[in-house]
């Protein structure tokens, strides 16, 4: 974990002209779409992303919820954030090999 890839480099721009969670969602949806995170994945503990990024532990819950709401995440009570599978994944086995 320490040799992460994400952690070289911060996805926050302050010269961005853009809220810092949407900074963060988006990077975080940019792991989703280029397969770093992988469905089924639990992402770490607000706190722990928090210290990660360098932010708030307010600004990660804001980011988890956008990410909920794009249907990328899911989060459970108690259990933790995870990466949603995709709505369409298995669901008419029309992918034969």
Do not use: C
């Amino acid at each position: 974990m320490a040799s992460d890839s994400g952690r070289n480099r911060s996805p926050i721009d302050p010269t961005k002209i853009a809220y810092v969670y949407m900074q963060l969602a988006d990077y975080i949806a940019g792991q989703i779409a280029d397969g770093t995170l992988q469905p089924g994945a639990r992402l770490p503990g607000e706190r722990d992303l928090a210290e990660e990024y360098g932010v708030a532990h307010l600004t990660i819950r804001r980011a988890t919820k956008e990410l909920r709401e794009r249907g990328l995440v899911v989060t459970l009570p108690g259990k933790g954030s995870y990466i949603a599978y995709p709505e369409n994944a298995d669901e008419g086995g029309d992918g034969d090999s």
